[in-house]
């Protein structure tokens, strides 16, 4: 157990927590969690991070049963990087709405467009889609991950236009970006910033870069979630542009700290579909199992593998 939760079981979750708990030694699973998940299921994880956090905790794991508490394309990641394993998605509907904006085949006919171009892919696609690219990349290691692209390269970068042109701008590199967003993140303004600004002066704008460049400019850092998490031991005060439910996340590990998310409204409606009964019924019944087909994980793998050669 890594980070696991740090108060004891609370009130009416209290017998599940403590069933989810003794299911857990039983089928000697191991729970990721996303940092967007509901705060209650921080209290069962093994391990709380970002996507990138979450792909390297599967890559290493040697338990028989993973259960992801996050959405689809982070479950499928975690089963290409540990085959082995079972990995159970406790609610199969929770999806991403960025990742459902490009499928495989629409990639294909793009690629042959474009060619030559090498695709680089954000880890919130569906396994077809990394299986038709290059290598992958996480709000964590975007810059790095294009800046290891031969600089006479061009890019096609999928499928989040805010992630490709932040990436743009700090690698200086020609990139086409897929014409993807998030739903949660894209809508923030430069205006919220200067809102939270006069609401909060002492605070520091921490955001994420699936935001539109415009409130990337008017933070004072862009960071992964897991990012976030590190900035908030330096900065008591922060301002989040991401999800809402993050702030949760920041004051789990730093109590005293202050935060607000940059609008309330924002919220993942996938990341809080998973539940307590959800994971223990998951658990129970090692089901549903995340599955995929053979050649579409094999060549999904090697785009992973080489990001996470690089970090
Ligand atoms: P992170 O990898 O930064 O946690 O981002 C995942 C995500 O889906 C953000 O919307
Ligand atoms: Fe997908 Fe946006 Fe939800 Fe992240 S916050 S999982 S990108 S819909």
Redesign the pocket.
């Known amino acids: 157990m890594n980070n696991p939760g740090r108060s004891g079981p609370k009130s009416a979750a209290a017998p599940l927590i403590s069933d989810i708990i003794r299911l857990k030694r039983k089928t000697q699973a191991v729970i990721l969690t996303?940092?967007?998940q509901p705060p209650v299921l921080f209290e069962i994880a093994d391990f709380i991070?970002?996507?990138?956090e979450l792909a390297r905790r599967a890559a290493e794991a040697s338990a028989p049963l993973i259960v992801f508490c996050g959405?689809k394309f982070m479950a499928e990641t975690a089963k290409i990087l540990s085959p082995e394993a079972r990995v159970i998605l406790p609610e199969p509907k929770a999806g991403?709405q960025?990742a459902d904006m490009i499928t495989g085949a629409a990639l294909r006919m793009k690629r042959e467009e474009l060619d030559p171009v090498t695709v680089v892919a954000y880890?919130?696609t569906p396994a077809d889609v990394k299986a038709e690219s290059d290598i992958c990349c996480?709000?964590?290691n975007a810059v790095r991950v294009v800046n290891s692209v031969a600089s006479d390269r061009r890019i096609l970068f999928v499928p989040d236009k805010n992630l490709a042109r932040y990436v743009a701008r700090e690698t200086r590199r020609d990139i086409v970006p897929w014409e993807g967003h998030?739903y949660?993140?894209a809508f923030f303004t430069a205006a919220d910033v200067a809102r939270a600004r006069k609401e909060h002066p002492d605070a520091v704008v921490v955001s994420?870069p699936?935001c539109p460049l415009e409130v990337l400019d008017a933070s004072d850092h862009v960071a992964?979630?897991?990012?976030m998490v590190r900035l908030a031991a330096e900065h008591p005060r922060m301002v989040l542009g991401?999800?809402s439910s993050m702030c949760s996340r920041i004051l789990r590990d730093h109590p005293d700290n202050r935060c607000w998310p940059l609008r309330r409204t924002a919220v993942?409606k996938n990341m809080k579909m998973t539940t307590l009964a959800k994971v223990k019924a998951a658990l129970q019944g090692q089901v549903p199992e995340v599955t995929l087909p053979a050649d579409v994980a094999e060549r999904a793998r090697a785009a992973i593998d080489r990001m996470m050669a690089l970090s």
């Open positions: 996303h940092n967007y991070g970002d996507s990138l959405v991403c960025m880890v919130n996480t709000s964590a998030c949660v993140h994420h699936e992964s979630t897991g990012g991401t999800e993942c």
